[in-house]
C-alpha cells in the first residue's frame, strides 16, 4: 500500500492545502494529513482536535483519507504510517529553497521522499498567516476556505 503524508499546522486550512490534497489523491493508496499537535506555541494557535475536526470533516467522503496529530518531525510521523513520502506545497522561489534543505536533510536522515507539488497559480497568495491576519482585522475569510 502506498501511504503518503502531508503534514502541516493548518491553522487555518486553506483552499491551497485543500488544493494539494485533492492533486496528491490519485498517487497513493492511503493519504494522511498529519497535523501539528499542540505543543507548537503560536500565538492563537486554534486546539489541534479543532483543526483536526475541520478536516476530517471536509474528507469524510475520502475513505483513503485519514486525519492524525503528529509530534516530532515529519520524517518520525511518516515512518509510524508506514509512509514513504513527504508531500509538501510549494508556492514561491522561497518556500521551493525552503522545502528543498528539508527535503534533503529528511532523506538523509530517514530515506523518505518529498514531493514538491506547486500552488495552482491563482493559489499561489494565499496562506494560513494571511488568512488568520485578514481573520484577526475581522475581514471575511471564507472565500480562502474551502467548502464542504
Same mark, same amino acid.
Given at each position: 500500500?502506498?501511504?503518503?503524508?502531508?503534514?502541516?499546522?493548518?491553522?487555518?486550512?486553506?483552499?491551497?492545502?485543500?488544493?494539494?490534497?485533492?492533486?496528491?489523491?490519485?498517487?497513493?493508496?492511503?493519504?494522511?494529513?498529519?497535523?501539528?499537535?499542540?505543543?507548537?506555541?503560536?500565538?492563537?494557535?486554534?486546539?489541534?482536535?479543532?483543526?483536526?475536526?475541520?478536516?476530517?470533516? =471536509?474528507?469524510?467522503?475520502?475513505?483513503?483519507?485519514?486525519?492524525?496529530?503528529?509530534?516530532?518531525?515529519?520524517?518520525?510521523?511518516?515512518?509510524?504510517?508506514?509512509? =514513504?513520502?513527504?508531500?509538501?506545497?510549494?508556492?514561491?522561489?522561497?518556500?521551493?529553497?525552503?522545502?528543498?534543505?528539508?527535503?534533503?536533510?529528511?532523506?538523509?536522515?530517514?530515506?523518505?521522499?518529498?514531493?514538491?507539488?506547486?500552488?495552482?497559480?491563482?493559489?499561489?497568495?494565499?496562506?494560513?498567516?494571511?488568512?488568520?491576519?485578514?481573520?484577526?482585522?475581522?475581514?471575511?475569510?471564507?472565500?480562502?476556505?474551502?467548502?464542504?
Amino acid at each position: 500500500m502506498r501511504t503518503g503524508v502531508f503534514v502541516g499546522s493548518f491553522d487555518p486550512f486553506t483552499i491551497g492545502h485543500d488544493s494539494i490534497v485533492r492533486r496528491a489523491l490519485g498517487l497513493f493508496d492511503r493519504l494522511v494529513i498529519g497535523v501539528v499537535g499542540d505543543q507548537v506555541h503560536k500565538p492563537d494557535m486554534q486546539p489541534a482536535e479543532q483543526r483536526m475536526q475541520a478536516i476530517k470533516e =471536509l474528507y469524510a467522503n475520502e475513505s483513503h483519507v485519514m486525519v492524525k496529530p503528529y509530534y516530532g518531525l515529519a520524517v518520525d510521523f511518516a515512518k509510524e504510517e508506514g509512509a =514513504l513520502y513527504i508531500i509538501k506545497g510549494v508556492r514561491s522561489v522561497k518556500d521551493f529553497e525552503y522545502e528543498r534543505e528539508q527535503a534533503d536533510i529528511n532523506r538523509q536522515i530517514s530515506g523518505i521522499e518529498t514531493i514538491l507539488m506547486f500552488a495552482e497559480p491563482h493559489l499561489a497568495s494565499v496562506s494560513s498567516s494571511v488568512v488568520r491576519e485578514l481573520r484577526h482585522f475581522g475581514r471575511d475569510v471564507s472565500e480562502f476556505l474551502p467548502k464542504k
